[in-house]
């Protein structure tokens, strides 16, 4: 682990590990190493959405709690796609003067691309799932309360 701190930073790394272990913010320590704030910043909301999924495998999907909790995977997990794609479509000159002043790195090639267009789909996917996911606990809420047998 701490060999990957050290030495040149590449894109292809950086986007899988968003791809990969985004969630837990392995990307932005591997960029900017284990005190980033933001790094630490992903790891909690991850695993709030993780119990909120628990919580409905649990409990069935009457548990509200894991209405809120659930989202905030979703939109951790968007996130953390959403960055992947940016890491991997930055030009390498810009990567380069941000991330490795001193030398240059491996330039992008097919392995990035695979990483961004992964990234991609897989970030609309957890995106869609996640409005239609808290669109209709939001309307299952809204009609329970509005019956007469309330």
């Known amino acids: 682990m701490i060999h990957l701190l050290e030495g040149p930073k590449t894109k292809l790394a950086a986007t899988w590990i968003a791809l990969v272990g985004g ?28 119990y909120g999924v628990w919580r409905m495998h649990e409990f069935g999907q009457d548990d509200q709690l894991a209405w809120v909790l659930i989202p905030i995977l979703g939109l951790v997990l968007t996130v953390a796609m959403a960055t992947a794609i940016v890491y991997g479509l930055t030009p390498d000159d810009r990567w380069n003067d941000q991330f490795n002043p001193h030398g240059a790195a491996a330039p992008t090639d097919w392995r990035t691309v695979t990483g961004v267009a992964v990234a991609l789909l897989t970030g609309a996917a957890i995106l869609m799932a996640t409005i239609v996911f808290t669109a209709e606990r939001y309307f299952e809420f809204e009609v329970q309360e509005q019956s007469p047998g309330r």
């Not at 969630?23 to 959405?49: K, T």
């Open 23 to 50: 969630a837990l913010g392995l990307h932005r320590f591997y960029l900017f190493g284990p005190r980033d704030r933001w790094g630490w910043a992903f790891p909690a909301p991850s695993l709030l959405g993780l």
